[in-house]
């Protein structure tokens, strides 16, 4: 029998390369696969062709060459149209349901773990490996990390996998990942998942890898100059509709451009007239499609204690029994706060933190732990009638 | 050692042809321009190289052009033409082309739309890729001294079906209408004959015929309207500015010769090789069916479609076990996007998406292509599984 399969998806970064370089060591039968995904045309802000993208031309030519000097097969795949069908205009539209999407669910989702993972079986690989920083861990190993041998393939057990934090807590990607069940973990590896940042770009250097020094990516790939803003206008001008923006007593305290252009929780960029009411700096505090308002207030009414999503994933396939004491994350970056997953008939849930969070913004994530374990998460929906909480300023 | 079964996409040279253009590469490396000895070495040898080429397809040395390849061979003859016959004030102003050429002919003949002001038409074809020359007659009559150039390949490259391109140079000529053909996929397996075929141009590629990649050969008819739109000094008779590639040259002809002789006894030999193989692959594999003609096609080119999958994924497939085919047509941008030959030949859209080109060159034997037919049917089993096993996750 031969060695055991595995795609992994590379972008020319050093996370990526690192984990193909790891599995080679680690004696795997690997294939380097880069998915070139839709990009806004164009120049950044610098006025430089734009290089903030996984899938550059340049991206595509380091990948090539550190599969060569892997001796690794190496593909570079058009997924263009796919991405821009599947992640790009889901996330326009999300933003013209006056929320704040995050693309990457739909990315991981459909993308690697669907049009990418697709491709991986075709080629008769057992796994997909990605760069991302979480790790899994399976019911036959322990933790199929960095320092295991190679297994044989992936079969059914009645145990299940486990999708964990990545070890290093600046690097952990296990928010965007939290979109996947037991089909996909019993099929991923995060090679880097075991090690922090420094240590992978030591391994980079151990490895000769030449993208060791390379500067971290930013903001969302297919974003020519990182300003969501700007990227709207230029690409779905019709989404937004000027309108009041509004204290949460109905009082009009301004104009804005366009809901879209809007998130809850900012400061900057409130054009609110001089009001003797306050004298304190107003804060988008939600959006109001029915009446195409912004609701501003100040910081001390930017709280929620309780949060709700629609349809709720869960990386066991199956909801809790009951009521979980938990944590959980409302952005990619936001802290861990504590509370009570409560799931809810017709497959949502709702989680009630111990303490009100600032910011929490339907269409993002809440994404729920149960200490390194992901248990699940979903997109947040706009309450009926959102009950703030005052938050300690 | 993987197997190499991708003839149409590129040939290995010849060991003749690679010996034959090592002396141009080291001492004899004169500019064939120059009027110094060192130059006059490089121009007798260009000069047998036209000669060489010539006598190979029925055309005089001085109807021969060295290129840089196929594509710009096909870009020089539509602009030429086009842009000569402007230039005298004909009215033909109009590109006719068949609907499944190569890209060097449809991106040609866009841009000669879009930014030169011509008209540019496309000529139908059957299920099989064929064009039927009554259909080009009707169009010819219909819009007499409108037509200005014929444009038909030989062969098509993604599905191999040979075009009547005898017929379509008479009913051409008869009516003052020039008559280009791209023959790049042909040397190696079918006799050439310019005069009996009634072509008036036709753009060959070195590298096809197992000469070396960097070469292509325009071949231009005494008396054809031309202008050379590669602009400079008067090297080729004017026809292409730019210094030649004698090495190249030199190894095309050789290449050349050498294919002309072993047509023969290959082309019979790779015609049954292709009808084992396309009878394997039909019996095996479940959805499969051959594109293009089953007999009117080139000796050693193969074309599949398989339903609902998709051509790169499976060729991907194909060279992780170590066999190395193609698709046939340029690369998809990630979404299903079928073919636009095969659209063109009528082929439903969950077919069009799987092309497969299978193409046999000299070094091919009949266990490898018993290989292949022992590594296909599971191959594109396993990627019919993935298909599914995408639509499950992304419902």
């Known amino acids: 029998m031969g060695k055991t399969r595995v795609v992994v998806a590379m972008s020319g970064g050093v996370d990526s390369s690192v984990a193909a370089a790891l599995l080679v060591r680690q004696g795997y039968d690997v294939i380097g696969i880069m998915l070139r995904l839709w990009a806004e045309d164009g120049n950044d802000a610098h006025g430089q062709p734009n290089t903030n993208r996984c899938c550059a031309p340049e991206a595509v030519v380091d990948a090539r060459a550190i599969a060569r000097q892997l001796g690794i097969p190496f593909y570079d795949i058009h997924a263009e149209a796919v991405f821009k069908q599947r992640v790009v205009e889901p996330w326009i539209n999300g933003y013209a349901d006056a929320t704040t999407p995050n693309p990457c669910f739909n990315c991981n989702r459909s993308i690697r773990f669907g049009f990418l993972m697709q491709r991986a079986l075709a080629l008769g690989a057992e796994y997909l490996a990605t760069g991302h920083y979480a790790r899994v861990e399976g019911p036959q190993t322990a933790d199929r990390g960095p320092q295991d041998s190679v297994s044989g393939p992936a079969t059914e057990s009645p145990r299940r996998y486990k999708l964990l934090k990545g070890h290093d807590p600046k690097k952990d990607q296990s928010y965007v990942l939290h979109v996947l069940g037991q089909r996909d973990l019993a099929r991923a590896m995060f090679p880097c998942g075991g090690y922090v940042k420094d240590e992978v770009r030591a391994l980079a250097r151990e490895f000769g890898l030449p993208t060791a020094e390379r500067p971290e990516s930013q903001d969302l790939c297919f974003l020519t100059q990182g300003d969501y803003r700007g990227f709207l206008k230029r690409n779905a001008p019709d989404i937004a509709t000027p309108g009041p923006i509004v204290t949460s007593r109905g009082e009009v305290i301004g104009q804005h451009e366009g809901l879209p252009y809007y998130t809850v929780g900012q400061r900057k960029g409130l054009q609110v007239h001089a009001t003797s009411s306050s004298a304190e700096p107003w804060y988008v505090l939600r959006l109001d499609a029915a009446r195409n308002a912004v609701v501003a207030g100040p910081l001390r009414e930017l709280g929620a204690s309780s949060v709700r999503v629609g349809a709720m994933h869960y990386c066991a396939d199956a909801a809790p029994a009951s009521d979980v004491r938990a944590s959980a994350r409302i952005r990619y970056k936001a802290k861990e706060a504590a509370g009570w997953l409560r799931p809810l008939s017709g497959g949502g849930a709702r989680f009630d933190f111990d303490e009100p969070q600032r910011d929490a913004t339907p269409g993002q994530g809440l994404v729920v732990y149960s200490g390194d374990e992901v248990i699940g998460g979903g997109v947040i929906v706009r309450e009926a009638s959102a009950s703030t909480s005052s938050i300690a300023a | ?395």
């Open chain 2, 1 to 395: 050692m993987p197997i190499y079964l991708d003839h149409s996409a590129t040939t290995p040279i010849a060991p003749e042809a690679r010996e034959a253009m090592l002396p141009y590469l080291t001492d004899l490396y004169g500019n064939a321009s120059s009027l110094h000895s060192f130059g006059r070495d490089a121009a007798a040898a260009l000069d047998e190289a036209h000669y060489t080429v010539g006598c190979a397809i029925g055309a005089r040395a001085s109807e021969i052009v060295f290129t840089g390849c196929g594509t710009e061979s096909d870009n020089l003859a539509l602009r030429g033409v086009m842009l000569a016959l402007r230039q005298t004030g004909s009215p033909r102003q109009t590109i006719l082309s068949a609907a499944t050429e190569h890209h060097a002919i449809e991106a040609t003949a866009h841009q000669l739309q879009q930014l030169f002001g011509f008209e540019s038409a496309l000529l139908p074809v059957d299920a099989h890729g064929w064009v039927d020359p009554a259909d080009l007659r009707r169009i010819l009559d219909a819009r007499p001294n409108e037509i200005g150039l014929v444009s038909v390949m030989m062969a098509n490259n993604e599905v191999g079906t040979l075009q009547s391109i005898q017929e379509i140079g008479a009913l051409c000529r008869a009516r003052g209408v020039f008559f280009h053909t791209d023959a790049v996929q042909c040397p190696a397996y079918l006799p050439i004959d310019v005069n009996a075929l009634n072509i008036d141009l036709m753009s060959l590629s070195s590298h096809k015929f197992y000469g070396p990649k960097g070469v292509g050969v325009l071949y231009l008819r005494d008396g054809v309207p031309y202008i050379s739109t590669a602009t400079g000094g008067g090297h080729e008779r004017d026809r292409r500015a730019g210094t030649v590639n004698v090495a190249g040259a030199v190894a095309t002809a050789v290449a050349l010769k050498l294919v002309t002789k072993r047509r023969e006894t290959e082309a019979p030999r790779l015609s049954a090789l292709r009808d084992r193989l396309i009878a394997g692959v039909l019996a095996r594999v479940p959805d499969a069916m051959l594109t293009g003609h089953p007999t009117r096609r080139l000796p050693h080119h193969t074309s599949f479609a398989f339903k609902g999958v998709d051509g790169e994924v499976l060729l991907m497939a194909l060279d992780i076990e170590g066999i190395a085919v193609s698709t046939g047509s340029a690369c998809t941008s990630g979404s299903p996007e079928p073919s636009p030959v095969l659209l063109a030949m009528g082929i439903p859209t969950e077919w069009a998406l799987g092309g497969l080109r299978i193409t046999l060159g000299h070094g091919t034997t009949a266990a490898e292509i018993d290989t292949l037919l022992d590594i296909l049917p599971a191959c594109v089993a396993r990627v019919r599984a993935s298909v599914d096993f995408e639509l499950r996750a992304t419902a």
